[in-house]
Each structure stands twice: as C-alpha cells, then as structure tokens.
Nanobody
Framework: QVQLVESGGGLVQAGGSLRLSCAAS????????MGWFRQAPGKEREFAAA????????RYSASVKGRFTISRDNAKNTVYLQMNSLKPEDTAVYYC???????????????????WGQGTQVTVSS
C-alpha cells in the first residue's frame, strides 16, 4: 500500500509561482514512478507531469511544458511540482499519483496509476 499526501496549493496571481509537494509512505518510494494530474471544475482529470523511479526521465503535457518542473527526492520520499508563469487556466485540483509498474519512461495515462492523493487546490487569479 502507498499513501500520498499533497501540499502547497493556494491562491496566486497570474504570472506567479507555486511549488507543490507530495509526501509518500508505505512502499519503498524509489520503486515506483510518480505523476501529477489536475482536474478543473466540469472537466476530466488530465495529465500534467510525470517522473520515473530514479528521477532520470520526465514527461510533460504540452500545456505545462516549459513552465512546470517535476522532481523527486527519494531520500525524503517526496515528489515536487514547481509551477512558474501560472495562468488562470492552470486553476484546478492537483493530484499526485504513484505507478507501481512504471518503467524508465513514465506514463501520461491516468489509468496506469495505482495510488492517488486527496488533491490540493490551485487557484490562479487574472
């Protein structure tokens, strides 16, 4: 079993930055890939970023590439999402997720992920 807890969400003006954290417990953190997904009101949950077990490979959606950076610290059992140049359309609940079968290249498919956090709200005002 894996437990995931997100933090770091909040209200920020357009152009600002936030850093989300996701603390993991349970299974050895370095044995699974991690992803960040987001869900805006009335919309489906969508992929934002993912990172493989070692942190050596990352993947981003087109909408966040160049603005968001995913990283992980396996010694601290934590994955991060640094979000810069935020836009109102980034407003959503952000979820971290763990993929136990993740290989060298992390998945962007939400159905590949086995465990999910409870989410943290990010609101970007214009």
């Amino acid at each position: 079993q894996v437990q995931l807890v997100e933090s770091g969400g909040g209200l920020v003006q357009a152009g600002g930055s936030l850093r989300l954290s996701c603390a993991a417990s349970g299974r050895t953190f370095s044995t699974y890939a991690m992803g960040w997904f987001r869900q805006a009101p009335g919309k489906e949950r969508e992929f934002a970023a993912a990172i493989n077990r070692s942190g050596g490979n990352t993947r981003y959606s087109a909408s966040v590439k160049g603005r968001f950076t995913i990283s992980r610290d396996n010694a601290k059992n934590t994955v991060y999402l640094q979000m810069n140049s935020l836009k109102p359309e980034d407003t959503a609940v952000y979820y971290c997720a763990g993929d136990l079968s993740g290989g060298d290249y992390p998945s962007n498919n939400r159905y590949a992920y086995d465990y999910w956090g409870q989410g943290t709200q990010v609101t970007v005002s214009s």
